[in-house]
């Protein structure tokens, strides 16, 4: 386990580069993708008061097999390579490598159905915050009409943290509903619900009283958001919308803002987040 | 070096080898992307480059052998439909002027479309049209319509592009990928902005 941790951003190169390797030249559906984002979070720290907010500046190269349509049970395969610079919390830089191999079904022309297992290493400046992630994701897609897609998905997510006070276990739910304006734009409205642990921080323990911490939940200090940092269950509910345009066959472009509410036990908080991308699949 | 001092040169310490790691996997990140960016630019759009079947008959490259550049509409009887296990389905169209194969769609999607059609029966077919190599004339079906009354049947958007491969590529959930990094909203494992297709 210790050798895993030491070694896992170098084996997750490795295993990366040999994808890159074996799959350039088997291209049977499949693409590859690169892009760059800047984001913001107005609540980085996932405070309850006081929160703070940051700019991020992200890289992505990935991986896509996707289902050659050819029959209705096809495999698919998402690797991803990703990484991104933070402005101001500069210790929640990370770069991240996740994995996620799939079987795609499709029940009916307008029915697609697929179940994904994922893995996902990250290493993140704050050391505390590094982690193991995995999980399986089963979604559901419905074309309805020519233009308009609906979409549900649940993600159950097993993440362990070097620090057990980030470490989380969640279950989201998901639905989703787009539609293509015309060849090259889309828009997309979604909702998500999450079930599980995650930290947040407050201020001070003391200042939230002692019976906050009395029921052990785990707590401690964080030197990035100069904070005390507890985990405990979660409620989020999450509200998205998204555009996409192709500015030609390869270049496209994506945005999105994001609001969020978590509610627990400790208070409640919010966030507005969003990002633009520009991407390149090849 | 007092005790205290020593206490925290070496914190630093740590922090800088962290953030030197952090730095160098962003880097390496970046990186790959120089990389890959310079091979996309070189390399073919995805469209052309995926891998097609060369159709043994007729030499003819599928699904991608799609030419915009050869459409036409042929009116005609069906006969002789032939479902294999792998490729599109086929059938004969004989037109007051010539006959024609057309290749229409895996058998999946021919099913689910309920497309009936008994020998005989009059349709209409747009389409890429090619000649084999077996000498045969073929046409690579965009749209069919069972006449007199049939609904239209979409094989393939205006692009060309197989439908049946689109109703499938959009199965791994919605293209925003929404949220933030810090929060980890599921909408896509890593992130990514998948593109439109």
Redesign the interface.
Known sequence: MIFCKKYALKIFFAIFFCLFAFFFSSTVSAEWETGAKIGFDSNIDRAIDNEQSDTYLGAYLSFLRNPSGESRVDWTLAAALEGAYFFRFEDLSYGAFTLAPGITLIPHRVWTINISPFFQGKAVGDSDQSALAYGAKISMRQQIGKDVYAGQYYIYRDSRAEEVVYSFIENAFGVYVGKNWSRTFYTEIGYEYSHGDSFRTVDSPDSRGPMRFSRGKQHRYSSTFDKAVIKEKVDRHSIGVSAGFDWTKSLFSTVNYTYTDVEGDSGTSSSHSGFISLGYRF | MSAPRMGLAMVRLLKDN??R???R??S???L??SI??F??AV?P???A???DTVLPESGIHY?GGFDANTLGEVRGKASDPVFPA?GPVQFRLISERETYVVLAS?K??WK??GVDLSAGKEVWVRGSKSLGKDGNLYIIAQELQILPHGESLAFR???GY??????????????????????????G????????R
């Open positions: 962290l953030n790691k952090i730095y996997a962003v390496a990140a970046l790959s992307l890959s960016a091979i996309g390399a759009p995805v469209w480059q995926e891998k699904p792998t895996p999946w999607y689910d479309l958007g205006e692009d197989p439908i049946w491969k689109r109703a499938a590529a959009g199965a791994g959930g919605g293209r925003g990928s929404a949220g933030s990094p810090q929060r980890g909203m599921g909408s494992f890593g992130g990514m902005g998948r593109g439109k």
